[in-house]
């Protein structure tokens, strides 16, 4: 048995999801305009695992959503997680967010571009196969008319980015699967679980979130 706690900052989405062997037990998860991960995270962590009746010691391993993403809410995260792998003296397990993304995408045909919204027309994109397999790794890109011009075949496009993706990406080969806008901690459960396996754990004391690029402050 492996109870695993999974939160996912890095857009938006607050999620936080429990599972046993890869299947969620209890989950909780908000969208809000505004970023409220400061608030409702450790709430919502507190209340999946009172709704499947387990304590934090308990838990094998806290798995976490790694980047890219938004910078304050990738830190809220990975500092929940590293705190609770600290006090409980248990492994931390990393997954590439654009990963969990294009693993929400129930299509198995094609090529699925998960991308997450940078400023203006700057998304940061990754390619994978429909069976989930990485063809191409994240990359920050200004999207264009031309852009994917060399892909074949279908493209399923997931993610925050849709709508200004529209604008420009409007071959027919571009299908947009508005029902896939941000990860979720329910399918990071899952990849997490497969890292459980293979026991593939980070150093927790030099852990560091995927930014892919520096933080910026507005001026």
């Not at 989950?27 to 809000?32: L, Q």
């Not at 699925?112 to 940061?124: C, G, L, N, T, W």
């Not at 980070?202 to 979130?209: G, K, M, N």
Request: net charge negative.
């Amino acid at each position: 048995m492996a109870l695993l706690l999974a939160l996912e900052t890095a857009t938006r989405n607050c999620s936080v999801a429990l599972s046993n062997n890869g299947k969620v037990l209890a989950f909780r998860e908000v969208a809000a305009q505004g970023y409220t991960h400061a608030e409702q995270l450790h709430v919502f962590i507190e209340e999946v695992l009172a709704a499947a009746g387990i304590g934090f010691s308990e838990l094998d391993a806290i798995a976490v959503s790694k980047g890219p993403g938004s910078y304050t809410g990738l830190r809220i995260g990975v500092s929940a997680a590293k705190g609770l792998c600290y006090a409980l003296q248990k492994p931390l397990i990393a997954i590439d967010t654009l990963t969990v993304l294009a693993h929400a995408v129930p299509q198995t045909d094609g090529t699925i571009i998960p991308m997450i919204d940078a400023r203006r027309m700057e998304v940061y994109a990754a390619i994978y196969s429909g069976d989930k397999k990485i063809i191409r790794p994240v990359q920050a890109e200004i999207l264009t008319s031309e852009s994917y011009a060399t892909v074949p075949g279908t493209i399923y496009v997931v993610g925050d980015s849709s709508d200004k993706a529209k604008t420009v990406l409007q071959d027919e080969r571009f299908q947009f699967l508005d029902t896939v806008q941000f990860p979720s901690a329910q399918v990071l459960s899952c990849l997490a679980f497969q890292k459980w396996q293979l026991q593939e754990f980070e150093d927790v004391a030099y852990f560091e979130p995927f930014y892919l690029k520096d933080f910026m402050l507005s001026k």
